[in-house]
């Protein structure tokens, strides 16, 4: 059974910063392609990184040159390394896996930036 399982999300004043981890279990992790998603409220999700098994990296326009995802698959690991938050960063983050035809889910931690 496969498990995702965020942490690392709270609350940050404008201009701090996060450091999302999500750990899988259940899967071959290093053959999944790995992605953070968000959702703020009452909007859809949308991508904000992916990191393919061959480490091709994607980011979201809106988080270029802020956000870094990494992932370390001797500890099934994915991160999302959060700078220069703004408020509208504000959202709830989830991991993703993608594997072919198959996708999984993290139940989401949630990214509040306040001052």
């Known amino acids: 059974q496969v498990q995702l399982v965020e942490s690392g999300g709270g609350l940050v004043q404008p201009g701090g910063s996060l450091n999302l981890s999500c750990a899988a279990s259940g899967m071959i992790f290093r053959f999944h392609v790995m992605g953070w998603y968000c959702q703020a409220p009452g909007q859809q999700r949308e991508l904000v990184a992916f990191m393919s098994s061959g480490g091709t990296i994607n980011y979201a326009d809106s988080v270029k040159g802020r956000f870094t995802i990494s992932r370390d698959n001797t500890k099934n690991t994915v991160y999302l390394q959060m700078n220069s938050l703004k408020p509208e960063d504000t959202a709830v983050y989830y991991c993703?896996?993608?594997?072919?035809?198959?996708?999984?889910w993290g139940q989401g931690t949630q990214v509040t930036v306040s001052a």
């Open positions: 993703n896996a993608q594997f072919g035809a198959n996708a999984y």
